[in-house]
């Protein structure tokens, strides 16, 4: 490219960076890259502070710090699994290095004397602070220190880090000598001190060295402000034209007599509650007409969606039409496939099954069955809506759990059935309440319904926070509930953010378990395991053939064994507000006192305190969600992961919500008087091919 012309980096195909040839290119593409622009708007989601020296004796647990340390003794020990302790000092204080996986060339450097410099996460230890796997270097002689904060990016395999970041050194370059287009006009954010596009990128890429260390760290920097700010309108823009686009298509009319409904709520051993009828009503009503549904059902975990959800099915598969229910995980979707085949077998509707792990005859079959219109209702995981699924005619799709889909599912699953200019109606559920400034940016496109009450005769469930210290009485109350016929979750939070080693975790409690509880029947599900075993042992659970289930974050969405009546939630001060909610509703479903107990590694960080005490006080979650919010607010750092609000690169709805307001008014304001700007604005933070928001 000539160095003279300024070129717009959109145009710019990332290939043109060096180190990018077609392999690279692919998996970039992966991550959304394929232009110098596109590296730009990949933004960094953490940074680490490796630009001074801690001193042991200054770092808590949780913080992470650059520790130059003196080996002091390093042994191999052998108890829950073999490991390599390293015991360090710096004068101020000790700590330990733990290491899992390490060879003998490692255990030969850390000869006692031996200097190192190491970077990582103090944890609290047995006895002292320890850092698992800290990255580290030997050190012979004295070595600079980072002079800028170190950006982490959301990374894909074969795609490192390292790889990232020298591609954003040579995107910021080019950066100095071209345009990237501002589509947010100066007029519409003057008044609000934030640096320009360009200066916003280049500082949330490489921290100048005098930057304000906290306020990046917090994401609070103008910078951040700016770009958040920009994304925020993207989306809320993005989500007006869909629903703009959606009204000039049609559905179906759905206006069945109604016969097929009436007999599915005869057969049900429960009345609906008074919220149940109501939002049903609202769905009836939406799907008469031929403006397509698009219905977001809120409730709590626990309220009942998944009956009305089967009655809307009802009155579709009545009127002639398909229905397609998705879910987030595996374990959810056959639980609504066992749920509805139950209600919908008896009266004569077959319910279908698809998912990504079906072998490939049987996804051909189960294919076949949808797109000749032999199959009324499906349930699956997102596979369903994969593109060489066709269904026959599409007339509803319901959507559970939706905080844990992004707008991308919401788009794609919104083409799915629109042959010519027909839409299916959407119902979308979801457990995560939200308050009602959020729902403006996250929900734009939909209209809201709110499940506010449980089904009768539920207690709350009684929640303790209990020491892990205190881990024999903990067993103990587990035994006393299996003993009355109850059933128990276990549950094993991850410590790393890897599924294997949350399954090894799950694993070490089983044999703890089942040694401490010789009688009773232990058993285990993960993400790791195929979906026929997490079926067959979800099953087996169901059915009261195991007391005792031990289970990773897998069953935190949507699974319902009524009998279970007491969960155990390891690590508890580990998990976000909304996690540990939905966690706690698998139980207190059935008619028995429930509890829940939260055992924790003290000492615990304030917010983490906050927290537990907070769940100890409510069992409502729009309570908790709103509290999760303030505590969020005051700087908490929790990922888009744990809201699941939408899959954001730089904005927090939680963190940035007084932006909010500013949002909708810039947003309003450019689709007014800037409409050609809004396109760019979308597809830039967006991306292309998802994106069926379409021209203006
Ligand atoms: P969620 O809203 O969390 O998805 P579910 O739909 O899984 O909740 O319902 C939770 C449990 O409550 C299920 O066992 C379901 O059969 C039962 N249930 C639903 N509605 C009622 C009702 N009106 N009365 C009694 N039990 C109900
Ligand atoms: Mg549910």
């Not at 970077?119 to 270097?137: C, D, N």
């Not at 509803?396 to 844990?404: T, Y």
Request: aromatic fraction near 4%.
């Amino acid at each position: 490219m000539s160095s003279t012309k300024v070129t717009a980096l959109d145009h710019i195909p990332v290939t043109q960076l060096k180190g990018v040839g077609n392999a690279v290119a692919e998996k970039l593409a992966g991550l959304g890259i394929r232009t110098v622009q596109d590296v730009l708007f990949h933004l960094p989601f953490r940074y680490q502070d490796r630009t001074r020296l801690s001193k042991i004796g200054a770092l808590r647990p949780g913080m992470e710090g650059v520790i130059e340390v003196e080996v002091e003794l390093c042994e191999v020990v052998i108890r829950k699994r073999r490991s390599m302790l390293v015991r360090v000092s710096d004068g101020t204080g000790m700590l330990t290095l733990r290491f899992f996986h390490f060879n003998k060339q490692q255990q030969e450097q850390f000869k006692r004397g031996n200097k190192l410099r190491c970077f990582g996460e103090a944890r609290r230890g047995p006895g002292s602070l320890e850092m698992v796997h800290p990255e580290y270097r030997m050190q012979t002689q004295a070595a600079e220190l980072e002079d800028t904060l170190t950006p982490f990016y959301p990374t894909t395999e074969g795609v490192q880090q390292a790889s990232l970041r020298r591609l954003t050194d040579q995107a910021l370059m080019l950066l100095k000598s071209n345009r990237v287009t501002d589509w947010l006009p100066a007029e519409l954010i003057q008044g609000h001190q934030l640096p320009d596009l360009a200066s916003a990128l280049s500082i949330v890429h490489r921290p100048p060295p005098d930057a304000d260390v906290r306020a990046l760290m917090d994401g609070l920097h103008p910078a951040h402000r700016r770009l958040a700010l920009e994304e925020l309108v993207a989306h809320r823009l993005g989500l007006r034209l869909l629903r703009l686009r959606t009204q000039t298509r049609e559905s179906p009319i759905i206006s069945p007599e109604g016969k097929t409904a009436r007999a599915l709520l005869a057969s049900l051993e429960f009345d609906l509650t008074g919220a149940q009828r109501r939002v049903l009503k609202e769905v009836v009503l939406d799907m008469k007409t031929p403006e397509p549904m698009l219905r977001l059902v809120q409730g709590d975990v626990g309220s009942g969606k998944t009956i009305v959800a089967a009655l809307a099915a009802a009155q579709a598969v009545e009127a002639g039409y398909q229905v397609a229910m998705m879910a987030p995980t595996e374990i959810l979707a056959e639980q609504h496939l066992l749920n509805f085949a139950q209600w919908f077998e008896p009266l004569g509707i077959d319910v279908g099954w698809l998912t990504g792990k079906l072998r490939a005859a049987q996804r051909r079959d189960a294919i076949e069955a949808v797109a000749m219109g032999r199959q009324q209702i499906v349930v699956g995981t997102h596979a369903l809506f994969q593109n060489d699924v066709e269904f026959k005619n599409l007339g509803l799709a319901i959507i559970d759990e939706q905080h844990r889909f992004g707008v991308h599912q919401r788009m794609a699953l919104r083409n799915k059935g629109a042959h010519s200019n027909v839409l299916p109606h959407q119902l979308i559920m979801t457990a995560t309440p939200i308050p009602r400034t959020l729902a403006m940016t996250a929900y734009a496109d939909l209209d809201c319904s709110v499940i506010d009450e449980l089904p009768p005769g539920r207690k709350p469930v009684t929640t303790i926070a209990v020491e892990n210290n205190r881990r024999g009485e903990v067993v103990a109350k587990v035994d006393e509930a299996i003993a009355s016929g109850q059933q128990v979750y276990w549950v094993c939070t991850l410590i790393e953010e890897s599924e294997s080693l949350q399954a090894e975790a799950a694993e070490d409690a089983v044999t703890t378990l089942q040694d401490a509880l010789p009688s009773r029947r232990v058993g285990l599900v993960h993400g790791r395991l195929k979906p026929k075993e997490k079926e067959a042992i979800m099953q087996s659970f169901k059915s009261q053939e195991l007391d005792l289930l031990v289970a990773t974050t897998v069953i935190e969405v949507g699974v319902d064994v009524p009998n279970a009546s007491l969960m155990v939630i390891e690590n508890a001060e580990r998990l976000g507000l909304s996690q540990l909610h939905q966690l706690r509703g698998r139980v207190g479903r059935g008619s028995a006192q429930s509890h829940c107990i939260l055992f924790f590694q003290g000492p615990l960080s304030e917010t983490a305190r906050q927290r537990i005490s907070i769940m100890r006080e409510s069992n409502d979650g729009f309570v908790i969600a709103q509290k999760d919010l303030d505590i969020r607010g005051a700087g908490e750092v929790l990922g888009t992961r744990q809201t699941g609000l939408a899959e954001f690169r730089i904005a927090e709805l939680g963190r940035d919500s007084d932006l909010l307001d500013t949002v909708s008014d810039i947003g309003d304001r450019l689709l007014d008087a800037y409409p050609e700007n809004v396109h760019g604005l979308i597809r830039r933070w967006i991306g292309e091919e998802k994106n069926d928001y379409g021209g203006v």
